[in-house]
Structures are given as C-alpha cells and as structure tokens.
C-alpha cells in the first residue's frame, strides 16, 4: 500500500471508531491539511477498489471494512494504551484478594471503561459474562435483529469456548470479523489466565469499531495481572 494511501486508511479507521459515522473527503481533507480534497476522493475511491473501505450509502462517506482493521491492529497499534487511573483501579482488585470474585470484579471494571461486553471462562468449566448492556447500546447494534443474533451466540457460550481455549497460545489474540467465533459484527481481545490455580481466559467483546488501542492496552494489563 502507498504510503498517502496507508495515512489515509490509518485516518478513516480512527476517525470511524471515535464517531461511527462515515468519514468523507472534506473531513479528511481538514484532518491531513496537506492534501486536496479532490486528491483524497481518488485515493479513497482506490481503497474502495481494493477492498479496504465501503460506502454504506450512496451519499454518504466511508466506513473501514474488517480488512482494514486488521491491517491496523496489525501494523499501527502495538501494545496499546491503558491510562493511570484504570491502572490503579484494576491493580487495587487483585490486591485485596484474588480468586473468582476478584476476576468477576476485573470483569465488569474493564466492562464499564470499555463499553463493550466482557468474558471470563474458568477452569472449572464456569462461564461468566458481563456488560452485554454497554455492547448493545452501540449504534452498531440499534437494529433488533443484530442484538438477537449476537445474544443467540452467547447464549452458546459454552460450545463456543471450549475449542478457543484449546486453541490459545499463552498470549493475547485479536479475533476480528470471521476470526471471532461469536459474531462477526464484533471483535473480541482475549488473554489466557494462569495464577493461583485459576486457569482460563479473559476477553472484550465489542464491536468492530471497538477502541483497539485502548482495549488491547487493557487487555496487556490483565493478562500481567491474571498470569504468574
């Protein structure tokens, strides 16, 4: 990829996730400063072309497909960004006492400053979930049918699960659009949990607009606190 076209994919993704509204060339030509707003129309209608941006309507702007946010999560987001004060409070839950409460407690704080659902299995084959509230006031999901579909697949949690588990390397993993078997409409950011005797897995499901940077920043921070 170009290098003007890269800036201007990096651009349209992290201008997406903050508004959830189609960017448009004027936007974009405001936002870079250096460039037409003619010149951005033809390098945006390339990244169409080629797949890494659509039009939802005819008037509208552009919106990142899934192929873009993963060449963004892939190439400019790295260990992401977690803030002092969320740093504090998560570290302030482990200290108390850790065990399944505590890993409860993380859950919903995490939940609560992400705005997206979050998901913990156990070793004792216990599902718990959280947040479902936050994910489904995102505007992806105003649609009824979408908000079915999604609560459908973690009603199913527990066929889902067991094979993502077996297959989890001792590290994060980013699951966006068909990667991530619970809904294509979403991302999800998990980590293995290993400490104390507590074994399982930690993850944010949101939407594939999710706040990579933030969440993957979270999710660094949780796995330092759930693993030996």
């Not at 936050?134 to 094979?163: D, G, H, M, R, W």
Request: overall charge negative.
């Amino acid at each position: 990829m170009e290098k003007r076209q890269e800036e201007l994919l990096k651009q349209i993704v992290k201008i997406y996730i903050r508004t959830a509204e189609p960017v448009g060339s004027l936007y974009l030509a405001e936002k870079i400063g250096d460039v037409s707003s003619a010149t951005i129309r033809n390098e945006m209608m390339n990244l169409e072309e080629k797949g890494w941006i659509s039009q939802p309507h005819i008037s509208a702007g552009r919106v990142p497909t899934v192929k873009a946010y993963r060449y963004y999560v892939d190439n400019f987001v790295r260990d992401g960004r977690v803030d002092k004060l969320a740093e504090r409070d998560l570290l302030g839950i482990v200290e108390k006492a850790f065990g399944e409460t505590a890993v409860k407690d993380l859950a919903k704080l995490v939940a609560e400053k992400t705005d997206s659902a979050v998901i913990v299995a156990f070793s004792t084959d216990q599902l718990y979930y959280t947040g479902l509230s936050y994910l489904f006031a995102q505007p992806e999901f105003k649609e009824q049918s979408q908000v079915t579909s999604v609560s459908q697949i973690l009603e199913n949690c527990e066929e889902v699960l067991p094979s993502l588990l077996e297959s989890m390397a001792r590290q994060r993993q980013i699951l966006i659009g068909e990667e991530n078997p619970f809904s294509v409409q979403c991302s999800f950011i998990i980590t293995p949990m290993d400490k104390n005797g507590e074994k399982g897995m930690f993850g944010i499901l949101g939407p594939t607009r999710m706040d990579y940077d933030k969440n993957i920043g979270l999710i660094n921070f949780i796995h330092k606190l759930l693993n030996k």
